[in-house]
């Protein structure tokens, strides 16, 4: 069975192809600063957009077609489709994919059918991974989607839905590290709330951290060696979600103790609605050490709810892979498009368009942001910009060995401070497109 006879596997082409389905900039074994871009960029698929996606939304019904998917919750369905992302993940050339565990396997009446329709999934799972040698980038748990989860999971004020959650927490660590998993994730998907008038928030976000502990000490029963991420986001579909953006995940991860075995997995759209450019939160995220993995996807602008539709901008790809360079690269992270195609595009074949786009979109920014380092233009203005911290007083006040008497008499036998320089944004902005530019011209 093929559900994509017309597509053969992606190549890379170059820049001057005007194959569609072709890469113009992804050339995953080139090496870009020491590293192949296949290990730079570590490209996943997604299970839920991609294979549980319909095209509904609160206006309408579903509209997209993939005529292997009967609809059914059935686990033979299940398991067909199983065949199909891994047809699509090959043909990509995507080395790893993202689940849900309601994602591969349908919910249950019960907690223990559940477990078993996953149970009957997975060797289907691992037979394909072994048959094409795509690896999973993290398994996560969706708490979120069942009505049971209405007042929250971990955080819900009854105590018999933190113990399904959590049951269901470990069956997916099972299922994870079964299947080889690199990471586990915990998206606080109705962790959050709407109302203060009916919330105790402190008991609440202590429930969160009891869960994340328990899952990080059955990880070490199981032998489950990956990190651990949580995903900031703001709003939606809580009003207030508890992860809301990367300072308060580090925040919440350093008051509950969470910090050495979680990292932040930090997705673009989710930036933005948080009222932060990604390229903050990334840099944030890094420089605490924090930064794990991205959800690449973006929002729009003139709509102000989590789109998550397919990176195409190479000034924001440029400016994330910039900042993930600066930050020692991936390690057990990658760039995973939790991305879904529009409604209206509603063909299997508008699959491939959306990966292919994306992933070059991000080979792209790869590929300025390489540029951009090795000449070192832009470094090295940020670091003559901060040089008056280099020596003198400023490396005093760095080093801690001056006192505030002290400083008021530097400053009093100095009078005022020197002339400062212009901070040069345009110029600075100028030269990004540069670098944009000549790369497209290369
Ligand atoms: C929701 C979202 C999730 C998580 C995984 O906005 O991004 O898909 O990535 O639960
Ligand atoms: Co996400």
């Known amino acids: 069975m093929t559900a994509f006879p017309d597509v053969s596997p992606i190549a890379y082409e170059g820049p001057e192809s005007d194959n569609p389905l072709a890469f113009r900039w992804y050339n995953p ?19 839920w957009h991609t294979f549980r996606g319909t095209g509904a939304d609160p206006f309408g019904a579903p509209t997209l077609q993939r005529p292997w998917d009967d609809g059914s919750d059935s686990v033979e369905n299940a398991q067909r489709r199983v065949r199909v992302a891994f047809e699509l993940m090959e043909k990509l050339g995507a080395p790893y994919f993202a689940l849900h565990d309601r ?27 072994q048959r094409t040698g ?33 049951s269901q927490v470990k069956k997916c660590m099972d299922v994870t590290v ?55 986001k703001p709003k939606e579909p809580t009003k207030h979600q508890y992860d809301s953006d990367a300072a308060a995940c580090i925040n919440f991860l350093r008051a509950y103790d969470l910090t050495e075995p979680f990292r932040l997995n ?11 450019e990604m390229m903050h939160e990334l840099e944030y995220a890094g420089m605490q050490g924090m930064l794990g993995s991205i959800d690449a996807n973006t929002g729009d602008l003139l709509l102000g709810w989590d789109t998550d539709q397919f990176p195409t901008n190479v000034y924001l790809t440029t400016q994330i892979m910039l900042t993930i360079l600066k930050w020692g690269g991936f390690r057990t992270g990658g760039v995973n498009f939790d991305a879904k195609v529009r409604r209206e595009s509603f063909e299997p074949i508008d699959l491939f368009y959306a990966h292919v786009g994306g992933m070059d979109a991000f080979a792209f920014g790869l590929r300025v942001a390489a540029a951009m380092i090795e000449d070192g233009k832009l470094g090295e203005f940020i670091k003559n910009r901060y040089r008056s911290w280099d020596s003198g007083i400023g490396a005093q006040i760095e080093n801690g060995s001056i006192d ?33 530019l000549r790369t497209a011209r290369r």
């Open 134 to 166: 795509i690896k999973l980038l993290w398994g996560t748990a969706n708490l979120f989607s069942h009505p049971r989860y209405v007042h929250g999971a971990a955080t819900s004020c009854d105590a018999d839905v933190f113990a399904y959650a959590a």
């Open 404 to 436: 505030l008497p002290a400083l008021e008499q530097y400053m009093l036998e100095k009078g005022e401070v020197d002339a400062l320089a212009s901070g040069r944004q345009e110029y600075l902005e100028n030269v990004v497109n540069d670098y944009i």
């Open 178 to 232: 079964a299947l080889g998993g690199e990471n586990y994730l915990f998206w606080g998907g109705r962790e959050g709330y709407q109302n203060l008038w009916n919330t105790d928030m402190k008991r609440e976000l202590d429930h969160l951290a009891r869960l994340l502990h328990l899952a990080v000490d059955y990880g070490k029963q199981i032998g489950f060696t990956g990190k651990f991420f949580i995903e900031p």
């Open 103 to 129: 994602d591969i396997a349908p919910e249950g009446a019960t907690l223990a059918e559940a477990n078993r329709h996953l149970d009957a999934v997975v060797p289907v799972i691992q037979e394909e991974m």
């Open 29 to 47: 074994e080139e090496v870009i600063l020491g590293k192949t871009m296949r290990d730079h960029l570590r490209f996943s698929v997604v299970y």
């Open 266 to 276: 930090i997705e673009t759209n989710h930036a933005t609605l948080a009222g932060h």
